[in-house]
């Protein structure tokens, strides 16, 4: 009886092939498809300020375009399965945040183009040689953290700052790249930086406990761990009055005192820009890298006044968006 | 010969549930020799036959084996030379396995295992004749689970077992409480014959005075960790029951008996 | 049409199924013919991605690297039994132990948290033709790897010292008083149980030319699976039957997964491990009133 049920599905599954060639003839379809190796919101933004990118483009979903999207659920074997899903349903265009997820649909196709979003170092990721020149069929935005500059901004906040701490999880590459930035140019600064790791968000809360009193300033990048525990670690950061800076903008609407670079909706935007051409018929050759641009700053008052800080004039000026 | 040398065996030692099993034994049992030891519960002969078998070893005193000192082997160690029969049979084999792989399990009792094939033609025949031996029937049933054996027949196999590998020493822990009578009895005539055959030193467990008796050249009393009784040759053969039970209150000074052990 | 997979779906469920089989081989053999339950393999299946990574990269050819991967599982799984057997750790804790350190060597032996495999050969490369397609090509490979070493295994389990290794997870005791000594028993199981986790881990590194520090995450999960959907399909009892099912069962639960991804009507992306256990439920339950009880341990 098993052996039948076998048979069966082995049967159904063969003939499926044959089913799939005549359905995508029917209709004739522009299909992005998106994918993401996990919710969280920085990643989410992405996706969004891409649909938005589309939709303002006429591209929405009807009987010519479809939009979709899939979350890996933070499993890479997932990853890999949904990137060979995307290739096998002969999509137009695949769409892949985060570098796992980048990595899986690179792998997976030589031939769809393949617009990465959210991965900080594509070289290294194995995704691309030359940035300028896309060879294969892969380009995207990378989201490069401006660490340098906010060496320089969290000096301007604090001059009488001599440690900063760094909050990361030491699996994350970005994260990892980052730091390695931080140190030299907390060097050249005279600063010194103290680290502190959780590899689960179940973990931040300690790792930021675990700066309480030794550093001038709490700073992070865009690691995902840390980032999906945003609340708890500022909360402990506001509670020891410690300052919290963060590279992703939105955290200062989540409590960081301030935050400045990439705006990750922004990031969407591009991705959406560069799907955009694709569709309309461009050769990914033409299509160089792009850096997302890093000039937002958010500044939170309201956390200022909880810890008892107070802005330079010259920041309150530049601020992109002050948080009452 | 087996030689027990003033043995204590104290468990949790200097912890709350501290309990002085075994209180000073001294044994010499000779080899080929069949000795049956009862006591009541609590007394400390399934102890002894732990201290025999490797699962215990001893506080204090030495074990020698033909003047070797085992004491501080454990049961794996000493498994080449002593074969032992559990009175509950689903612990003494293995139901999730087949009967052929129990026997094989047995068969290489002793004797390194490696890479080679555990059922080899030769040793299924030598299985199935063992087991013919028993006249139930299972010499046909090697491919089935241990487990869907009866009590009894799980019992018989364990006795094969136990003889499929050369041991010099068999310990038997009551191993027929478990059954019903008639089984009991099948079991142990296989037991008498079996013990006849190949020579063991066996120490049988009972709870039955009776079994004591019957069987055996040699019976043991055990109470409270201490031997108290130890009778052998023509003094036991006029033994009786009742015999066994005065000299157990004589020696006690007691009146309270275990109930079990007036049945049979 | 959520009936349909499209060829290239269907092909890297049954890739993913293969490597994924070798993750359920070992996982049975802690799992079911210990009795141990093992965690190392969320720390011992990155840790072959990262060590056939870095030796390919090194120079060393695939297969010595794959050997290598192996080696370092095995190391893996015997620092668990050390752990339990000497350490007397209970063996779960034991288990989430190694599998935390194994995440900073993981890290160690990667240099960072990802490395690609961008250049360099696999033990694909020499099969890469142009009549047939790598999608193809790389199932078939898995599959005669696999099939190879099912055979191993189960001539292993027919020896004398195999047997010995199942008596010790069915009936320890009784094992003991036969002469087994049934802490070597957990140290060879261990070793060799976390030595193909670590092939598994291998070769998705090969398969998808990447490794990363986080590849772990649902390792025991997948494992599982394999194993239990395979004992559903499979429950005669000798050896053999369970050895293949690990790798029939993980081929079930990506396919199941493959049809998740297509979408049943209302659900979200968020959905996905809900639909996928929901489909293997239905799979286990309808196979399960058709044919008969869930196999015994063996």
Same mark, same amino acid.
């Given at each position: 009886m098993r052996l039948l049920i076998l048979a069966l599905c082995g049967a159904v599954l063969a003939t499926t092939p044959a089913f799939a060639e005549e359905s995508q003839q029917a209709v004739k379809n522009q299909v992005v498809a998106v994918t993401s190796i996990v919710e969280h919101p920085a990643l989410d933004e992405v996706r969004d300020g891409a649909r938005e990118a589309l939709e303002k483009a006429g591209y929405q979903n009807s009987n010519h375009f479809k939009f979709i999207y899939q979350s890996a659920q933070n499993r890479q074997s997932t990853a890999v399965q949904i990137a060979r899903k995307f290739v096998g349903d002969k999509v137009n265009v695949i769409v892949a945040i985060g570098t796992p997820s980048a990595q899986a649909a690179v792998n997976a196709t030589s031939e769809i183009p393949v617009v990465f979003a959210a991965v900080t170092d594509p070289i290294a990721a194995g995704l691309m040689k030359d940035p300028a020149h896309p060879d294969k069929n892969v380009t995207g935005v990378s989201d490069i953290t401006p660490v340098a500059a906010h060496v320089k901004f969290i000096k301007e906040l604090l001059p009488n700052a001599k440690k900063i701490g760094y909050l990361y999880n030491p699996s994350e590459t970005n994260s990892v790249a980052a730091l390695k930035i931080l140190k030299e140019e907390a060097a050249k600064n005279g600063l010194e930086v103290v680290e502190s790791t959780a590899i689960q968000t179940s973990q931040v809360r300690n790792a930021t406990l675990a700066l309480a009193g030794k550093v001038d300033a709490i700073y992070i990048t865009t690691d995902n761990t840390v980032v999906s525990a945003l609340e708890t670690a500022i909360m402990v950061a506001n509670e020891n009055k410690i300052p919290f800076i963060a590279a992703d903008p939105a955290s200062a609407s989540r409590g960081? !005192?301030?935050?400045?670079?990439?705006?990750?909706? $922004?990031?969407? /935007?591009?991705?959406?820009?560069?799907?955009?051409?694709? !569709?309309?018929?461009?050769?990914?050759?033409?299509?160089?890298?792009?850096?997302?641009?890093?000039? $937002? *700053?958010?500044?939170?008052? /309201?956390?200022?006044?909880?810890i008892g800080y107070h802005f330079p004039h010259s920041v309150v000026e530049r601020a992109t968006k002050i948080i009452e | 010969m087996i030689e027990l040398d003033d043995i204590h065996v104290i468990f949790n030692k200097g912890k709350p549930l501290e309990k002085h099993a075994l209180k000073g034994i001294n044994l010499k049992i000779a080899n080929g020799s069949f000795v049956t030891v009862i006591g009541s519960n609590g007394s400390g002969k399934s102890t002894l036959l732990g201290t025999l078998a490797g699962d215990v070893l001893p506080t204090k005193g030495r074990i020698c084996f033909n003047d070797i000192d085992i004491s501080h082997q454990n049961t794996t160690r000493r498994a080449a030379l002593v074969a032992r029969v559990f009175q509950d049979p689903l612990i003494g084999s293995c139901g999730n396995l087949s009967i052929e792989e129990n026997l094989a399990l047995a068969f290489q009792r002793g004797k390194n295992r490696g890479l080679g094939l555990a059922l080899k033609k030769r040793n299924r025949e030598l299985f199935r004749q063992r087991l013919s031996e028993l006249n139930l029937g299972l010499e046909n049933r090697l491919h089935e689970m241990m487990g869907s054996l009866s009590g009894g027949q799980r019992q018989a196999v364990s006795l094969i077992m136990a003889t499929l590998s050369t041991s010099d020493i068999l310990l038997l822990d009551e191993h027929t409480a478990a059954l019903d009578p008639s089984m009991a009895e099948f079991i142990m005539k296989l037991t008498h014959e079996f013990v006849e055959n190949h020579r063991f030193t066996t120490l049988m467990v009972t709870h039955s005075m009776r079994q004591a008796l019957d069987f055996g050249t040699r019976t043991i009393m055990i109470d409270d960790g201490k031997v108290i009784l130890d009778v052998t040759g023509e003094q036991r053969n006029k033994l009786t029951v009742n015999d066994l039970i005065e000299m157990f209150h004589r020696v006690r000074g007691q009146a309270d008996i275990d109930g079990e052990m007036l049945v049979n | 049409m959520w009936w349909y997979l499209s060829q290239n779906a =269907? @092909?890297?469920?049954?890739?993913?199924? =293969?490597?994924?089989?070798? #993750?359920? *081989?070992? #996982?049975?053999?802690?799992?079911?013919?210990? $009795?141990?339950?093992?965690?190392?393999?969320?720390?011992?299946?990155?840790?072959?991605?990262?060590?056939?990574?870095?030796?390919? @990269?090194?120079?060393? $050819?695939?297969? +010595?690297?794959? *050997?290598?991967?192996?080696?370092?599982?095995? *190391?893996?799984?015997?620092?668990?039994?050390? +752990?339990?057997?000497i350490g007397k750790i209970p063996n779960l804790l034991a288990s989430i132990l190694t599998s935390t350190a194994l995440y900073s060597v993981n890290l160690h032996i990667l240099g960072g948290a990802n490395v690609p495999l961008m250049t360099g050969d696999t033990i694909f490369t020499p099969f890469s033709s142009s009549q047939i397609s790598d999608a193809v090509m790389r199932p078939l490979v898995l599959a005669f790897l696999g099939i190879i070493i099912i055979a191993l295994l189960w001539r292993y389990f027919e020896s004398n010292s195999g047997l010995a290794m199942r008596a010790t997870g069915v009936n320890p005791r009784m094992s003991r008083a036969q002469g087994v000594s049934t802490a070597a028993q957990i140290f060879i199981g261990m070793a060799l149980s976390n030595a193909l986790v670590a092939i598994g881990g291998a070769l998705f590194a090969q398969v998808n030319r990447y490794a990363d520090s986080s590849l772990g995450i649902g390792t025991i999960v997948l494992g599982l699976a394999a194993v239990i959907i395979g004992s559903t399909f499979m429950p005669w009892k000798r050896i053999i039957f369970p050895l293949i099912g690990c790798f029939i069962g993980s081929i079930v639960y990506w396919v199941a997964l493959a049809y998740a991804l297509n979408g049943i009507p209302g659900m979200t992306p968020f959905d996905l491990n809900l639909v996928t256990a929901g489909l293997i439920a239905f799979v286990l339950i309808a196979i399960g009133k058709f044919g008969g009880a869930l196999n015994d341990r063996t």
């Open positions: 960081a !005192l301030a935050a400045a670079g990439v705006n990750y909706h $922004d990031v969407g /935007k591009l991705t959406g820009e560069i799907v955009i051409r694709l !569709l309309k018929g461009e050769k990914i050759a033409d299509i160089p890298m792009e850096i997302a641009p890093t000039n $937002d *700053l958010y500044i939170n008052q /309201k956390t200022a006044k909880l | - | =269907l @092909l890297g469920a049954v890739e993913s199924g =293969l490597i994924y089989g070798f #993750v359920g *081989l070992g #996982v049975y053999i802690s799992f079911r013919v210990l $009795d141990f339950p093992d965690l190392t393999v969320e720390g011992s299946f990155p840790l072959g991605a990262a060590v056939v990574v870095v030796a390919i @990269l090194a120079g060393y $050819d695939p297969w +010595l690297a794959t *050997l290598f991967a192996a080696i370092a599982g095995a *190391l893996a799984g015997l620092v668990t039994a050390a +752990l339990n057997q």
